[in-house]
C-alpha cells in the first residue's frame, strides 16, 4: 500500500533556530516529491518539486534533500521565523504510470516562538 | 499570473440540507481541477478530478458530486448532508498534463453540518 509517513508531528522552536522534518514513503512507482507550506485556515502552498535525479533543492530557507534508494527525504528550515508556523506535507506522485496519483502525508506542524 | 478562488470561506448547515461549494480559476486554460478534503491530522483525500469541461472522475463513493460546466469552474455539490461531509475542503488547480507540476490550491472551505 502507498503511504507517506511524516515525523515529528509536531515540533516547538525558537526564533532563529533550525530544524528538519522527515519524510519517508512507500510509494511505487515514483515520479517526484513534493513538500508544501500550509498556514492555518488557508491552502497549501508549493515549496519545491524534486524528480528522481534531485538530491537537494532550495527555496530560499528551506532546503529539501531526497534520497530515492532508501525512498526518504527531509525539509530544513534555516534561521525560523515567526512566519514559518505552519503545517508541512509531504507528497509523493506516482506519475503518467499511476495516473498521476499523489500519496499525502499527514504532516508536520511547527511552531516558531519568539 | 494564475489565481484561484473558492467560496464560501466558512459554512454551517444543517443535516439533509443540499450543498454547493464554487471554484474557478483564472489565466490559465484547459486545467486540471481537484476537489480534496482535508481531516486534522491526515493527509488530504481526492475526491474528484477533471481534466476537461464535464468530465469527472470520482475516486471515492461518496454522498458528494462534482461538476465542471465550464473551462475553469469547478463545482462540489451534494442533495442532503451528513455529520460525516464535516470537513475542510480544497479545491486545486494544475497544468493539464504537467505531472510534474504543483498544485495551486484555494484557501478552502470550512463545512460544518449540525
Known amino acids: 500500500k502507498n503511504q507517506v509517513e511524516q515525523s515529528p508531528q509536531s515540533l516547538i522552536i525558537l526564533e532563529g533556530k533550525n530544524c528538519t522534518l522527515q519524510?519517508?514513503?512507500?510509494?511505487?512507482?515514483?515520479?517526484?516529491l513534493r513538500w508544501y507550506k500550509q498556514d492555518t485556515g488557508r491552502g497549501p502552498v508549493s515549496l519545491t518539486i524534486m524528480t528522481f535525479s534531485e538530491n537537494t533543492k532550495s527555496n530560499r530557507r528551506y532546503t529539501a534533500t531526497l534520497d530515492a534508494d532508501t525512498k526518504q527525504s527531509s525539509l530544513h528550515i534555516t534561521a525560523s521565523q515567526l512566519s514559518d508556523s505552519a503545517s508541512y506535507i509531504c507528497?509523493?506522485?506516482?506519475?503518467?504510470?499511476?495516473?498521476?496519483?499523489?500519496?499525502f502525508g499527514g504532516g508536520t506542524r511547527v511552531l516558531v516562538k519568539p | 499570473s494564475q489565481t484561484i478562488h473558492q467560496w464560501p470561506a466558512t459554512l454551517v448547515q444543517p443535516v439533509g440540507s443540499p450543498l454547493s461549494l464554487e471554484c474557478t480559476v483564472e489565466g490559465t486554460s484547459n486545467p486540471n481541477l481537484y476537489w480534496y478534503r482535508q481531516a486534522a491530522g491526515r493527509g488530504l483525500q481526492l475526491l474528484f478530478y477533471s481534466v476537461g469541461i464535464g468530465q469527472i472522475s470520482s475516486e471515492v463513493p461518496q454522498n458528494l458530486s462534482a461538476s465542471r460546466p465550464q473551462d475553469r469552474q469547478f463545482i462540489l455539490s451534494s442533495k442532503k448532508l451528513l455529520l460525516s461531509d464535516s470537513g475542510f475542503y480544497l479545491c486545486?488547480?494544475?497544468?493539464?498534463?504537467?505531472?510534474?507540476?504543483?498544485?495551486?490550491f484555494g484557501n478552502g472551505t470550512r463545512l460544518t453540518v449540525t
Open positions: 507528497v509523493v506522485s506516482g506519475g503518467k504510470a499511476a495516473g498521476n496519483k499523489l500519496t
Open positions: 519524510c519517508n514513503y512507500t510509494v511505487s512507482p515514483f515520479s517526484n
Open positions: 486545486a488547480w494544475s497544468v493539464l498534463g504537467g505531472h510534474n507540476s504543483p498544485l495551486h
